[in-house]
């Protein structure tokens, strides 16, 4: 451990000041949180709340349902990042679709799923849109690329979200957030920057590794120790404030900004992103004139609340008993990144 | 599905990198990111590099703290 990271975790081992609540917007920050053992170097008074930030557990039910009916209605062979496959939607998730005859392959990027569908030019090819700033460049390339190349047979289910919206809705909801350091990347400062000056909510832009966690700990807590709302850039090396400007510009191309469902917060306005007219062809939605599905979570399951920073996964009734990432009653048990899943691989359950 | 991955620039053509991570080798798009260059560091997500790291994880962690005090 070097001089730097030895005085961070003194300053946070040492806090005694009120008590403090510090969200983790990024789920795979709550993972990393959890896997480094930083939870147990925090005194008592710093409480840690996990945010909306895993894409997979912020999707609303009614996106499942619509896969499915995708792929079992229409015959579509569906291309998805893996942690969606087992998310449980109204009546089945996908991995129930697969078991009823359906084509589920999991990819690990858009890009190979626009390959597919060169690879199955006798096929239709959806691939699963879901993911913040992060990924949806990703997604866009898929689209332009697919277009570029005149493929008839590959579309988009689009679930992508932006965070600055999601950040407004969760004011008020903690001290200080631990902004996620790669969709930071992509859209540089200036939203928490502007939520800082205008709104005085404070935060820290965050990297992932243990070292880079422990020192924007840190830094986040003499900061809320000293008492004025501030932002602080903590991982440099990666995140420029101005962003990636071709990603943006990728996004502008491709894509305009909708309302958008997410689970537990209900629809946001204008916090999610679709396809724009000119890439209506590769919009499945409209492909396939899909009729309007809603969908129907489980009212067992508090994600919701988890995702909001209400409540801890523990305290949802079924946590570990008939909700395990082996069977997921709601979205956040389901991926890694989930705050239910993290807290059910790294507690100790009795 | 969201786990950035950092990675070696090993060769860049026509909008894809070769990238290198801890030895695993594989082709990402290059599309959002301009100028790369052999033995650049980047961020990964998704089969797309993101971003270019442009400081060592000690030398920053050394900057921030002592800014603090
Ligand atoms: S433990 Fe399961 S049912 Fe409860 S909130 Fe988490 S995912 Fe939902």
């Not at chain 1, 986040?220 to 990636?244: A, Q």
């Not at chain 2, 860049?12 to 070769?18: N, Q, R, S």
Request: one cysteine or more; glycine letters at 10%; a negative charge.
């Amino acid at each position: 451990m070097t001089e730097s990271v030895k005085k961070a975790r003194d300053i946070i081992t040492g806090y005694s000041g009120r008590p403090l609540r510090i969200m983790e917007v990024c789920g795979t920050h709550t993972h990393e949180i959890f896997r480094i053992g930083l939870r147990k170097l925090l005194p008592e008074s710093i409480d840690l709340i996990s945010g909306p930030g895993c894409p997979v557990c912020v999707t609303a039910v009614g996106f499942i349902d619509e896969a499915c009916w995708l792929a079992l209605e229409k015959g579509c062979l569906i291309c998805t990042f893996g942690d969606l496959i087992r998310v449980p939607g109204t009546e089945m998730s996908l991995a129930g679709a697969r078991a009823k005859g359906a084509d589920i392959r999991p990819v690990y990027s858009p890009l190979d799923a626009v390959e597919i569908a060169k690879e199955n030019p006798d096929r239709q090819v959806v691939f699963l849109a879901v993911g913040f700033e992060t990924t949806t460049p990703s997604a866009c390339l898929a689209a332009e690329q697919a277009k570029a190349a005149g493929l008839k047979n590959f579309s988009l289910l689009t679930a992508n979200k932006t965070m600055p919206n999601a950040y407004n809705a969760l004011v008020g909801s903690a001290d200080a957030f631990l902004y996620p350091g790669h969709v930071n990347a992509i859209t540089g400062n200036s939203a928490c920057i502007k939520l800082c000056e205008e709104k005085g909510v404070s935060g820290v832009v965050a990297g992932f590794t243990a070292s880079e966690l422990i020192t924007a700990m840190a830094v986040t807590v003499r900061l809320l120790e000293k008492g004025e709302p501030f932002f602080r850039n903590c991982y440099t090396r990666v995140v420029k404030d101005e962003g990636n400007k071709s990603a943006m510009e990728l996004m502008e191309r491709v894509m305009e900004p909708c309302d958008s469902e997410w689970r537990g917060l209900g629809l946001i306005p204008m916090s999610g992103m679709k396809l724009r007219a000119e890439y209506a062809d590769y919009d499945a939605r409209l492909k396939y004139a899909m009729p309007e599905i809603k969908g129907r979570p489980n009212p067992a399951c508090r994600c919701g609340d988890v995702l909001q920073g209400k409540c801890k996964p523990s305290d949802c009734k079924v946590f570990g008993k008939g909700c395990t990432p082996l069977h997921p009653v709601g979205a956040c048990m389901v991926s890694d990144e989930g705050a239910c899943a993290a807290y059910y691989q790294y507690s100790e359950i009795e | 599905m969201c786990v950035g991955l950092s990675a070696r620039v090993v060769n860049v053509k026509d909008g894809t990198a070769v990238i290198d991570a801890s030895g695993a080798k594989r082709e990402v798009s290059a599309g959002i990111l301009e100028d790369l260059e052999p033995g650049d560091f980047v961020m990964v997500h998704a089969g797309v590099a993101i971003a270019k790291i442009t400081q060592d994880e000690a030398e920053e962690a050394d900057e921030l703290m002592e800014d603090l005090l």
